[in-house]
């Protein structure tokens, strides 16, 4: 149970933490506009949905053993492009700021986030499939996700930035990325020698799903996307009109998880 939580925790707050290091990491190359950080923000929140995407596909379509070996071989793989160096001679090479930007962020840290992205939903469905404690109500690795979130947010400016330079922030980024494959290593054990719980009861179909009206799931996108929407334009605001400072990007972005951990 530690382990579970020491890991979605560590996951969750080098997910946050790099969000504003490679947005400083652009700066020279693209100065201080608001929407170099709006920018990175949208492709965080990309890996996020396509990160679940991932684990969705793989705790429905894969086996156990292949799971971990899936998710151990993207850990593994991260490796290769960390430390994080953002090739931005993309940027001029593209000429559209926007795209040679995303494509920037792809290149240089697109597989660490979305290993990164995968974890919180993965865990979370691993602690449920073994023979651990409150397996059957796993939501307070939730909780821990958000709060480690939040913490790896609010720690880059308010303590990284201000201590270290950007090389040392690479390098303990790296380290705790590390870590991270350390805290994981006996959860994949535990996957690859098949500790299922004996109490699941066995899969059984589905009853039919009540019939959906019309427009019923575009709402949910839709009620989902709004609050992602009034972040990003809450922090073109504050961005264009105060400073655009790593300080005042995590504000909004801190409210907003704020609001996953209250739920």
Known sequence: ?????????????????VQ???GRLVLPSLGGS?????????????SLLAGY???????????????AVVHGGM???????????????LIDRIGDPTLGLLATLLVGVGLPALTLATM?????????????????????????????SLLGLLSYPLIAEPLWGLSSQLVGWTAGFALLGVALVPIWASLLKGRRSQGMPAPTEPDAPAPMRRGGPMMWVLLAAAPSSLLLGVTQHISTDVAAAPLLWVVPLAL????????
């Open 256 to 263: 907003y998880l704020l609001t996953f951990i209250a739920a």
């Open 53 to 67: 995407a991932l684990a969705h596909g793989l705790e429905r379509f894969a086996r156990p053993r292949v799971r």
């Open 1 to 17: 149970m530690i382990v579970f939580v020491i890991a979605i925790f560590l996951s969750a707050a080098l997910l946050f933490a």
């Open 75 to 89: 850990v593994v793989g991260s490796f290769g492009v960390l430390p994080i160096a953002l090739p931005t001679d």
């Open 20 to 22: 504003p290091m490679v």
């Open 34 to 46: 608001p929407a170099v950080w709006n920018t990175v923000m949208v492709f965080f929140q990309l």
């Open 120 to 148: 919180s939903p993965l865990l979370q469905a691993w602690y449920a499939s073994l023979d651990l404690p409150r397996r059957d109500d796993p939501y307070f690795l939730y909780a821990a996700s958000n709060a480690g």
